[in-house]
């Protein structure tokens, strides 16, 4: 390798032109952070947007004796299991962003859902039970047996109107007044404002968390789908469509 010489001694740099340097350097790695945050932040497409909650009248809602409540056909193909808190975030974007694609596939009997909802995070409602009532207001409406009236009460009390943790939280007149919206039948909206199945899920919740903990290994943490044993990849952005094919 040849090396070429020059006589020429560069200037010394002056502090000046050194800290304004410094300046457009520190400038450049805030913008291109800043920009990693907003691509790290970008929210995924909501699935099948538009389609909205269940329709079909032929899909049933059902409280199980374990207080699970079964969505779907009664010919569905395939159950999965849902384990969520009603005030869990990560428990409202999943329904934000998979719901309405759920909605179709349980629509058309590919799939059936089995909530299975628990309330371990009821110390950080305002109230400290909310999550116990939501999933109590959830058992309600379901027993009615309508399929589409349930599936629309509980995309809304998980989505637009899901209480931020710490913060104000919904009493049972409003939660009556969610189930009201989405077409709940007067014996349902009566169960919720006397709290008649707050007991009954106090206990079927607590049962439910110990069963997702023993599941995934001792640490209780929703969202979390299951297909039989398997637990499913709720990151996948196609697993709706991956267990429907």
């Not at 389609?51 to 809602?61: E, I």
């Not at 009493?171 to 969610?178: F, S, W």
């Not at 007067?186 to 919720?192: F, P, R």
């Not at 001792?218 to 969202?223: C, F, K, L, N």
């Amino acid at each position: 390798m040849s090396e070429s010489r020059s006589n020429y001694t560069p200037r010394p740099m002056s502090s000046t032109t050194t800290y304004a340097l410094g300046a457009v350097a520190l400038a450049l790695i805030v913008l291109i952070v800043i920009a990693a945050v907003r691509w790290g932040r970008d929210e995924p497409t909501v699935r099948n947007d538009g389609y909205g909650p269940v329709r079909d009248q032929a899909v049933h809602s059902m409280l199980e004796p374990s207080g699970s409540i079964l969505l779907g056909r009664p010919d569905a193909k395939k159950t999965i299991d849902l384990f969520e808190d009603p005030l869990c975030p990560g428990c409202g974007n999943l329904e934000r962003i998979y719901s309405q694609e759920i909605a179709q596939q349980i629509d058309v009997g590919a799939l059936a859902v089995r909530y299975r909802l628990v309330n371990f995070l009821d110390a950080r409602s305002q109230s400290k039970d909310y999550s116990t009532r939501a999933v109590a207001a959830n058992q309600c409406v379901a027993e009615a047996g309508s399929g589409p009236v349930y599936a629309k009460f509980h995309s809304e009390l998980f989505t637009t109107k899901r209480p931020s943790e710490g913060g104000r939280d919904l009493n049972n007149d409003e939660l009556a007044a969610v189930a009201r919206d989405a077409g709940a039948a007067e014996s349902a909206l009566q169960c919720i404002t006397t709290g008649a199945k707050v007991d009954f899920a106090r206990t079927t919740a607590m049962a439910q968390t110990t069963a997702l903990g023993e599941a995934l290994g001792g640490s209780a943490a929703t969202p979390a789908v299951f297909y039989g044993t398997t637990k499913i990849d709720a990151n996948d952005e196609n697993w709706v469509t991956s267990l429907t094919k």
